[in-house]
C-alpha cells in the first residue's frame, strides 16, 4: 500500500486550494478513505471520510461547508478541496486508509496505512 | 464529539524501562480504541486496534488493555527506536484523537 499526497502550498487567508492523494497497492474502490490532519506543532484532527463509492461523505465541525473531499476511483485517487481557508487550517494533511467499516450514519474507522503528508500553510 | 484525554503529556525514560500511557474517553467507547506511534516528521504508525490487538508487525513488547473509557498502552522494555509521540483514537464515533504522549530519552 502506498498513498502519496500532493498539491500542498501557500495560500493566502480566503483562498482555496485542492490537495490530492495518489494510492496503489490496494484495491482503491473498495475502501473508504479519509483525510487527518496535523497543526505544526500538535495533534492529529480527523478532518473528512469518504466512501468506497464515493456516494457518502463525512466532515468534522471545523471544516463542514468550506471542505468537500472526493474520489477518483479510475485513478485511485483522492481529493480535498478546500475554501474559504483561514489560519487555523495550516496543517500537514495525510491520507489515510481506514480499518474499519462504516453501518448507518457512523463510521467505526482507525488506520493502518498514511501517506506521508502535504503541507498547507495560509498565511497573507 | 468524544473527547480522549492522555497522560502524562509527556515522560522521561530510559532504555529498559516499562512505560505506562493512559487514555480516558469521554464517554463509553466499547473497545473502539487505536494506538498510533508518530515519529518527528513521518506519518503516524498503528501499534494497536480494538484496544489490544496488535497490528501486523508491531513488536510484541507493546501492548494495550482497557474497555469503555479507560485504556492503556504499554512498552514493556523501552527501546532507542520507541522514543516518539503516542496517540490514542477513538472510533465508536468519527475518529478523535488524545493530544499525544512523548516519551523522551531521561
Do not use: H
Amino acid at each position: 500500500v502506498q498513498l502519496l499526497e500532493s498539491g500542498g502550498g501557500l495560500e493566502q487567508p480566503g483562498g482555496s486550494l485542492i490537495i490530492s492523494c495518489a494510492a496503489s497497492g490496494f484495491t482503491f474502490s473498495s475502501f473508504a478513505m479519509n483525510w487527518v490532519r496535523q497543526a505544526p506543532g500538535k495533534g492529529l484532527e480527523w478532518v473528512a471520510g469518504i466512501s468506497g463509492g464515493g456516494g457518502n461523505t463525512y466532515y468534522a465541525d471545523s471544516v463542514k461547508g468550506r471542505f468537500t473531499i472526493s474520489r477518483d476511483n479510475s485513478e485511485s485517487t483522492l481529493y480535498l478541496q478546500m475554501s474559504s481557508l483561514g489560519a487555523e487550517d495550516t496543517a500537514v494533511y495525510y491520507c489515510a486508509k481506514p480499518r474499519g467499516y462504516c453501518s448507518g450514519s457512523n463510521c467505526y474507522w482507525d488506520f493502518d496505512y498514511w501517506g506521508q503528508g502535504t503541507l498547507v500553510a495560509v498565511s497573507s | 464529539a468524544i473527547r480522549m484525554t492522555q497522560s502524562p503529556s509527556s515522560l522521561s525514560a530510559s532504555t529498559g524501562d516499562r512505560v505506562t500511557i493512559t487514555c480516558r474517553a469521554s464517554q463509553g467507547i466499547s473497545s473502539y480504541l487505536a494506538w498510533y506511534q508518530q515519529k518527528p516528521g513521518k506519518a503516524p504508525k498503528l501499534l494497536i486496534y480494538a484496544a489490544s490487538t496488535l497490528q501486523s508487525g508491531v513488536p510484541s513488547r507493546f501492548s494495550g488493555s482497557g474497555s469503555g473509557t479507560d485504556f492503556t498502552l504499554t512498552i514493556s522494555c523501552l527501546q532507542s527506536e520507541d522514543f516518539a509521540t503516542y496517540y490514542c483514537q477513538q472510533y465508536y464515533s468519527f475518529p478523535t484523537f488524545g493530544q499525544g504522549t512523548t516519551v523522551e530519552i531521561k
